[in-house]
């Protein structure tokens, strides 16, 4: 690897890892405005997104540069294309933790009903996972990433009892629907947000061992 493309290669992964600190973090105030029932802190949660799409932007202008100028092969392509995926799915992990956001602030309003333990830990596993996938990308570490993979099913099962649940206290208790219904959009948001942790991941596989793990399961490669 040449000097100028591993500096270039390494600025791109500190804007992809600070582009992750920060979806982490404005994931974590969503689920802590969801917990306080704290409207300020959801609402904090909007402005805090622009940061992370302005960082996006940084990080397309930047892949773009260097594929024009360095012209990078084979591991190093893939680096570049990794960080650029990474930029891609934590782009959309701002957006759901803002969608989960929207749904605190809502539920701050509204007559108080218990937050289901299901659902909190529902969110700490989708934040374990994100969190996983970003120290595995940070180290190329494919340990890491397999066992985020292996955590997906884990996060799909609890996505499905919060729903379940939810779906019972409709019935049970119709005038608490409104609260209800974004139980079962906050899980669902967290549930993608699970799903960006794989993809992630993935892509740590992909740069490290140049194995395309998407869609893997269902075309049986």
């Given amino acids: 690897m040449s000097r100028i ?63 024009a100028l360095q012209a990078p092969v084979a591991r190093d392509l893939r680096a570049v294309i990794g960080v650029k995926s990474l930029a891609t799915d934590l782009e959309r992990v701002g957006d759901l933790a803002r969608n989960i956001a929207k749904s ?12 289901p333990a299901k659902l909190e830990q529902l969110g700490d596993e989708s934040r374990r996972q994100l969190r996983l996938a970003l120290d595995a990308f940070a180290s190329v570490d494919t340990e890491a990433a397999h066992r985020v993979l292996a955590g ?27 609260q209800e219904v974004d139980f079962i959009l906050i899980a669902k948001n967290l549930e993608r947000v699970a ?27």
């Fill in 195 to 221: 799903d960006h942790a794989t993809n992630i991941a993935e892509e740590v596989v992909r740069i490290a061992e140049s194995k395309n793990l998407k869609h893997a399961a269902k075309l049986g490669t």
């Fill in 104 to 115: 605190a602030a809502r539920l701050a309003d509204r007559p108080n009903v218990t937050v």
């Fill in 5 to 67: 493309v591993e500096r270039d290669l390494e600025a791109l992964r500190e804007l992809g890892l600070r582009m992750g600190g920060l979806a982490e973090s404005i994931l974590g105030k969503a689920l802590d405005a969801l917990i306080r029932r704290d409207r300020r802190l959801a609402e904090e949660v909007q402005h805090d997104d622009l940061a992370i799409d302005r960082l996006d932007v940084e990080i397309d202008e930047t892949v773009l540069e260097v594929l």
């Fill in 152 to 178: 997906d099913d884990l996060v799909d099962e609890h996505e499905d009892i919060v729903v379940r649940d939810a779906l019972d206290e409709l019935q049970r208790q119709p005038e608490n629907s409104p």
